[in-house]
């Protein structure tokens, strides 16, 4: 799949388009099947306890390979989620960044199918993974 949008490209559409985001995420790489992206974690992401909470995990596995597509196709801000299943598999380190690597495994004209594992800034294993479908509006809607 040709690459679209670096990760510069994708920072300023991001901070443009989903202002009410901006500094929540950061993109790390845009990758040969999709991209790395950061939750940049504060209070506001913390469940009591203080490790990451799940509305959160979802928000960073939504950004990602939301992204990982637009990488791909361009700037589309219409491109919408239209399912997600998401599996919590570990609790995150307290505080820590989470890490998405969000990998396209279809791309077409209408759908696009992603992974998303998601990390916890020093840990090894994978603490969610989510499979999101997302669909994409036909060319000249935006």
Same mark, same amino acid.
């Not at 940049?40 to 799940?54: M, Y």
């Not at 791909?72 to 598999?89: H, K, Q, S, W, Y």
């Given at each position: 799949?040709?690459?679209?949008m670096?990760?510069?490209?994708?920072?300023?559409? /991001?901070? $443009?388009?989903?202002?009410?985001?901006?500094?929540?995420?950061r993109?790390?790489?845009? $990758?040969?099947?999709?991209?790395?992206?950061?939750?940049?974690?504060?209070?506001?992401? /913390?469940?009591?306890?203080? $490790?990451?909470?799940?509305?959160?995990?979802?928000? +960073?596995?939504?950004?990602? %390979?939301? +992204?990982?597509?637009?990488?791909?196709?361009?700037?589309?801000? @219409?491109?919408?989620?239209?399912?997600?299943?998401?599996?919590?598999?570990?609790?995150?380190?307290?505080? !820590?960044?989470? %890490?998405?690597?969000?990998?396209?495994?279809?791309?077409?004209?209408?759908? !696009?199918?992603?992974?998303?594992?998601?990390?916890?800034?020093?840990?090894?294993?994978?603490?969610?993974?989510?499979g @999101? $479908?997302?669909?994409?509006?036909?060319?000249?809607?935006?």
């Amino acid at each position: 799949m040709t690459i679209r949008m670096d990760d510069a490209a994708l920072a300023a559409f /991001l901070e $443009t388009a989903f202002p009410q985001v901006h500094g929540d995420f950061r993109i790390d790489a845009v $990758t040969e099947d999709g991209v790395r992206v950061r939750l940049l974690t504060a209070e506001r992401h /913390l469940r009591p306890g203080g $490790t990451v909470s799940g509305p959160s995990m979802f928000a +960073l596995a939504d950004v990602g %390979i939301y +992204l990982a597509i637009l990488s791909r196709i361009g700037p589309e801000a @219409l491109a919408v989620t239209t399912n997600c299943t998401i599996d919590f598999m570990r609790k995150p380190s307290a505080g !820590a960044q989470m %890490i998405c690597e969000a990998r396209l495994l279809k791309l077409g004209r209408v759908l !696009a199918v992603g992974d998303a594992m998601l990390f916890s800034e020093g840990m090894e294993e994978p603490v969610a993974r989510a499979g @999101l $479908t997302y669909s994409i509006p036909p060319k000249g809607i935006s």
